[in-house]
């Protein structure tokens, strides 16, 4: 897979999209401190996004990923992207 920003195509954890989302989300967060305490909340929401975005990029089938999230918000947001994630 190459890395891309193209709506309905996949995006790396070290693209630049990624990296553009992960410091947009930084921002909001030191704007909005009062947001923190909903970041579990928040998280839950994005990876049901994530996870309708994975199933028509991929062709696989919802329950082919976690049903839950399985990194933390900190963990996401590390500049190489979360432990576990191999080939991209």
Same mark, same amino acid.
């Given at each position: 897979?190459? *890395?891309?920003?193209?709506?309905? #195509?996949?995006?790396?954890? /070290?693209?630049?999209?990624? =990296?553009? !989302? @992960? ?13 923190? *305490?909903?970041?579990?909340?928040? #998280?839950?929401?994005?990876? /049901?996004?994530?996870?309708? =975005?994975? !199933? @028509? ?32």
């Amino acid at each position: 897979m190459r *890395p891309t920003s193209s709506p309905g #195509r996949p995006s790396r954890p /070290g693209c630049p999209a990624t =990296a553009v !989302e @992960r410091r947009r989300a930084a921002r909001i967060l030191a704007k909005n401190p009062s947001l923190k *305490p909903l970041l579990a909340e928040i #998280r839950a929401d994005a990876y /049901g996004d994530a996870l309708i =975005a994975a !199933e @028509r990029q991929t062709g696989l089938p919802e329950s082919a990923f976690p049903a839950v999230c399985p990194w933390t918000f900190a963990e996401a947001m590390q500049e190489e992207g979360p432990a576990g994630i191999s080939g991209m």
